[in-house]
Nanobody, 124 residues
């Protein structure tokens, strides 16, 4: 099975940027749909972005459009999430997930493998 491993989180000031990485431990991400979710304290996990491993299909949450970019590096077997213009309300644990379903990718239950998450904290 494939195991996503996130990195790149940290503490930044509002207006800053971060690039989160998700590397595969074990098998390659090839053939999977890769998603990023986030979960703030006391809130449900929410969808941020998804990409097919080929990169041919990309989808963003409406609330994040214009501020995030998801991409893959197939040579490095890594998925990235670039987040710009960070706001305090972006503070959350960001999770990377791999799902086998090509057509369903908006809900957390549609993913099969999850990373441990990386904390992003944005101060005003």
């Amino acid at each position: 099975q494939v195991q996503p491993v996130e990195s790149g989180g940290g503490s930044v000031q509002a207006g800053g940027s971060l690039r989160l990485s998700c590397a595969a431990s074990g098998r390659t991400f090839s053939g999977y749909t890769m998603g990023w979710f986030r979960q703030a304290p006391g809130k449900e996990r929410e969808f941020v972005a998804a990409i097919s491993w080929s990169g041919g299909r990309i989808y963003y949450a409406d609330s994040m459009k214009g501020r995030v970019t998801i991409s893959t590096d197939r040579a490095e077997n890594t998925v990235y999430l670039q987040v710009n213009s960070l706001k305090p309300e972006d503070t959350a644990v960001y999770y990377c997930a791999a799902g086998r379903d090509y057509y369903r990718f908006l809900q957390s239950y549609e993913y099969n493998y999850w990373g441990q998450g990386t904390q992003v904290t944005v101060s005003s």
